[in-house]
T-cell receptor, first 118, second 114 residues
Framework: GAVVSQHPSRVICKSGTSVKIECRSL??????MFWYRQFPKQSLMLMAT?????????EQGVEKDKFLINHASLTLSTLTVTSAHPEDSSFYIC??????????????FGQGTRLTVV | DQQVKQNSPSLSVQEGRISILNCDYT??????FLWYKKYPAEGPTFLIS?????DKNEDGRFTVFLNKSAKHLSLHIVPSQPGDSAVYFC?????????????FGEGTQLTVNP
């Protein structure tokens, strides 16, 4: 099946620094990618929808200036956590949907990135 | 406003028996539903999906049932295996295009005991 690759899988950074997370669709083109955040023992919360060639659409309550999203090509979206704080520590996951048939549109997920801000 | 709810945070079953995971939704615009399996520190893995024009979809040991009038779907795993132990998420979308966002339930931790 289609593969979505996310990098890095784990990152530790100091407060105040910025961290970039990459999400690539390896064998298909994704005009839309989704960024999720998961807190321990909680659901995946959609942060924003990344659209190739245009601005990302952010969910209510998500600071667009803090979580910068760039969808530079049909195979790459990046999420940059700017001026990271310990409360930004979380598990971030990207996703892209692929239409595989009339009644099948799966969403494929990256491996996730565990961000720890110290 | 939790539009997709999985009311059971955990479920424990014996190997070989059936596992039934439940999911309820409130948004009548949802017309496509998916189940994902997730291990800690990994991204979700797609299991099975169902469109609102169907009421059942089967793939090997996994069957998803959809009851539109009750806004309820369930995932049946039979026979259950220890390797099935994971968190299972139900997800829903309004539309099947690549730009249609998914809304996830809270997840159910399934434990299959040998």
């Amino acid at each position: 099946g289609a593969v979505v690759s996310q990098h890095p899988s784990r990152v530790i950074c100091k407060s105040g620094t910025s961290v970039k997370i990459e999400c690539r669709s390896l064998d298909f083109q994704a005009t839309t990618m989704f960024w999720y955040r998961q807190f321990p023992k909680q659901s995946l919360m959609l942060m924003a929808t990344s659209n190739e060639g245009s601005k990302a659409t952010y969910e209510q309550g998500v600071e667009k200036d803090k979580f910068l999203i760039n969808h530079a090509s049909l195979t790459l979206s990046t999420l940059t956590v700017t001026s990271a704080h310990p409360e930004d520590s979380s598990f971030y996951i990207c996703s892209a949907r692929l239409h595989q048939g009339f009644w099948s549109t799966e969403a494929f997920f990256g491996q996730g990135t565990r961000l720890t801000v110290v | 406003d939790q539009q997709v709810k999985q009311n059971s945070p955990s479920l424990s079953v014996q190997e070989g028996r059936i596992s039934i995971l439940n999911c309820d939704y409130t948004n009548s615009m949802f017309d496509y539903f998916l189940w994902y399996k997730k291990y800690p520190a990994e991204g979700p893995t797609f299991l099975i999906s169902i469109s609102s024009i169907k009421d059942k979809n089967e793939d090997g040991r996994f069957t998803v049932f959809l009851n539109k009038s009750a806004k309820h779907l369930s995932l049946h795993i039979v026979p259950s295996q220890p390797g099935d132990s994971a968190v299972y998420f139900c997800a829903a979308s309004a539309g099947e295009t690549s730009g249609s966002r998914l809304t996830f339930g809270e997840g159910t931790q399934l434990t299959v005991n040998p």
